[in-house]
């Protein structure tokens, strides 16, 4: 049987070893969170230099306000499509990347380089593509086409560029762990399958897909959290909220209730609930993988 050392001989040594973690959450996570629930029960004037007790009126503000619904609808929209279409499309490229045997290592860098690039490069480069009237993407798409691409103008138009960006900058993630969890994947069973003469298709639906399925979990998680969050560059650089709220997204648009607007405790109020709001999904989410995902394989 072997024995595994214990990285600390003691517990004061033990909690000595995990100060500095406790001292970061304390300071940029848990403090953070008590004072924007805080500020949440006040309304406050000049950034916060004047406050007044309002208790729960900001929540009920929200819960009232027909502006406030239609951002919180197009973005729980938003994030489906976003984690559906990352997890969808990245599935289909990692399996094929994985089954290539020649230059698969210059297609991976070639799958993945949009994750590198900062989002708002990545913003102002698709904003460059995809422009109206300057973007070399619009141009053969209309030439080509009986499209025409007006996102500056459209609200739908400017919901799905966004959308098909948010895809885009994050497939890179998906695909590396993708791949690295189809190569872990024992190779016994591929080729117990190519005997029987299962097909590419099949073999993905039957075999991988249950087998990196922990895997998809994680990257659902992510990509939630991506989706609500990590959007607000693109939106900010390509469309700043409109046309007309088409893509006033709550993260956005609780930015702009606290730095234009100047009403902070309405923003902490929106950015409570869009915290328990993206906690509840995450929580379905891995309940909904104890029941599906195969773990211990």
Known sequence: MSTQTKPYDSIPQAAVLLLPTAVVLVAFLYYPGLETFRLSLYETLFLGQQTNWVGLGNFAELATSSAYHNSFLITVLFAAIVVVGTLSLSLVISYMLFHVEVGSSTYLVAAIWPYALPPAVAAILLNFLLHPNLGIFTHYLELLTPFTLDWFNSGP???GVVAVVAIWKQLGYNIIFLVAALNNVPESLRETARIDGVGHLRLL???YIPLVSPTLVFLAVMNTIYSFFSTFPLVDLMTSGGPSDA??????KLYRDAFEF???????AE???LFVLVAILMYGQIRLSDEYAQYGV
């Open 157 to 159: 138009q400017a919901f």
């Open 205 to 207: 639906y039957k075999v």
């Open 262 to 268: 100047s009403s902070l405790g309405l923003a902490s």
């Open 247 to 252: 893509t006033n997204f709550l993260i956005f």
């Open 271 to 273: 950015s409570v609930v």
